[in-house]
């Protein structure tokens, strides 16, 4: 019985640590009012916590989180990073799902701009910023790398579309993958979403596959 009861005691440390690297927090009014809700794990149907479509604001403490506007994660989802959400643009009172970016998906490969060994799956993974829509003006292309702040590229709050070649990429509003974050799969993006044009800060490949179990609608 002892030993059960240590090996219990032991499984729910472990899931305490796992949740624990996580945490976000919804407001039921803009600017971080009314009611609350903190979330440390997946959860794919917000319709069981009273919280469906009421989320105005939030706050990000720890970690990279997909927030979705219908239920397991369906409808238009975006990836928001650590940071303070005044309020959520689109998003706002239409949040049905959410959950963390799975901690097995790379997303700090290439981090402060290392680049990945040779011969990996990875080597091709590319994506092209461009100044105008449909792919028009200067464009900036990342192969792999990571780049925490675009302020010394020249590219910065410059971005108006996107080519993503391979792999799977997201592109940030602020330095060091802080503020709004989006996730980009393959494709041409010939205009970026609402709120993100020329506001994309920093960004990185965070993996090959689409690193969750369900994929978004992209546009």
């Not at 032991?10 to 927090?25: D, E, I």
């Not at 409808?75 to 009172?93: A, E, I, K, S």
Request: proline share 5%; net charge positive.
């Amino acid at each position: 019985m002892k030993k059960r009861l240590s090996y219990l005691v032991a499984a729910l440390c472990l899931a305490a640590a796992g949740t624990a690297s996580a945490s976000v927090t919804f407001y039921e009014d803009a600017n971080f009012a009314g009611r609350e809700m903190t979330v440390e794990q997946t959860m794919s149907n917000l319709g069981n916590t009273r919280f469906n479509d009421r989320a105005r604001s939030a706050i990000v403490n720890r970690g990279q989180w997909e927030v979705c506007v219908d239920a397991d994660f369906g409808g238009d989802c975006q990836v928001l990073g650590p940071g303070r959400y005044p309020g959520l643009g689109g998003l706002t009172g239409r949040v049905s799902s959410v959950r963390p970016l799975a901690s097995n998906t790379n997303s700090d490969r290439g981090y402060n701009g290392r680049m990945p060994e040779p011969g990996r799956r990875n080597s091709g993974a590319r994506a092209t910023l461009y100044e105008h829509i449909d792919m028009g003006g200067r464009s900036m292309s990342m192969r792999n790398n990571a780049m925490p702040n675009f302020e010394n590229t020249g590219f910065n709050d410059r971005a108006s579309s996107l080519r993503v070649e391979s792999g799977y990429w997201m592109f940030c509003s602020d330095a060091n993958f802080n503020g709004e974050c989006r996730t980009f799969g393959p494709g041409d993006y010939s205009r970026l979403p609402a709120g993100f044009n020329d506001r994309i800060s920093s960004g990185r490949r965070i993996s090959d596959e689409y690193p969750y179990s369900q994929r978004p609608n992209w546009r």
